[in-house]
T-cell receptor
Framework: DQQVKQNSPSLSVQEGRISILNCDYTNSMFDYFLWYKKYPAEGPTFLISISSIKDKNEDGRFTVFLNKSAKHLSLHIVPSQPGDSAVYFC????????????FGTGTRLTIIP | DAGITQSPRYKITETGRQVTLMCHQT?????MFWYRQDLGHGLRLIYYSAAADITDKGEVPDGYVVSRSKTENFPLTLESATRSQTSVYFC?????????????FGPGTRLTVT
């Protein structure tokens, strides 16, 4: 049972345009969400996070939006750059202090120059 | 080297063999994790540890054994490797700080079971 789902395995976006990556979850106990970025032959690296008490968090070109009622979050990258080409994983955590993360299946983003 | 390292980076083994994947972190983080990455499944948690001598199962623990005698090391052992355990394995660590639950990942070990 996949509790965190990324329904788009891949996404291609023109350089300079906005990239929108989506993530849905089913567990209503999740209260903290993170996005990780992964390049080939490397481990995932943390990108941005959001607490369930917020609906938006912004860090430079990256913004994460959370819609709790729809159990949906999205990552916006604007403007998209070639270095953004990677696999993006969303992840979720239950309860404050619970260090375990549940990851989605990932979306491969390709930025077209 | 500072950070989190995994060894070996690549390993080919035969069905039925025992193989151990090593993970070492220099941050003295309390928590350590083992994940496997498979196409269509993303990252799935195998085992995790909250401190030395404390380990717990994750989502897919069958066929794996872990130990943590020292804070900095968290080896993962496949007691009798099967082809279904062909995967990329990632070790991660984190330190509870009230959030944001960020985990730091190693570079991964690509394991092939023939």
């Amino acid at each position: 049972d996949q509790q965190v789902k990324q329904n788009s395995p891949s996404l291609s976006v023109q350089e300079g345009r906005i990239s929108i990556l989506n993530c849905d979850y089913t567990n209503s106990m999740f209260d903290y969400f993170l996005w990780y970025k992964k390049y080939p032959a490397e481990g995932p690296t943390f990108l941005i996070s959001i607490s369930s008490i917020k609906d938006k968090n912004e860090d430079g070109r990256f913004t994460v939006f959370l819609n709790k009622s729809a159990k949906h979050l999205s990552l916006h990258i604007v403007p998209s750059q070639p270095g953004d080409s990677a696999v993006y994983f969303c992840a979720a955590s239950e309860d404050f202090g619970n260090e375990k993360l549940t990851f989605g299946t990932g979306t491969r983003l390709t930025i077209i120059p | 080297d500072a950070g989190i390292t995994q060894s070996p980076r690549y390993k080919i083994t035969e069905t039925g063999r025992q193989v151990t994947l090593m993970c070492h972190q220099t941050w003295s983080h309390s928590y350590m994790f083992w994940y496997r990455q498979d196409l269509g499944h993303g990252l799935r948690l195998i085992y995790y540890s909250a401190a030395a001598d404390i380990t717990d199962k994750g989502e897919v623990p069958d066929g794996y054994v872990v130990s943590r005698s020292k804070t900095e090391n968290f080896p993962l052992t496949l007691e009798s490797a099967t082809r279904s355990q062909t995967s990329v394995y990632f070790c991660a660590s984190s330190e509870p700080s009230g959030g944001p639950y960020e985990q730091y990942f190693g570079p991964g070990t690509r394991l092939t079971v023939t």
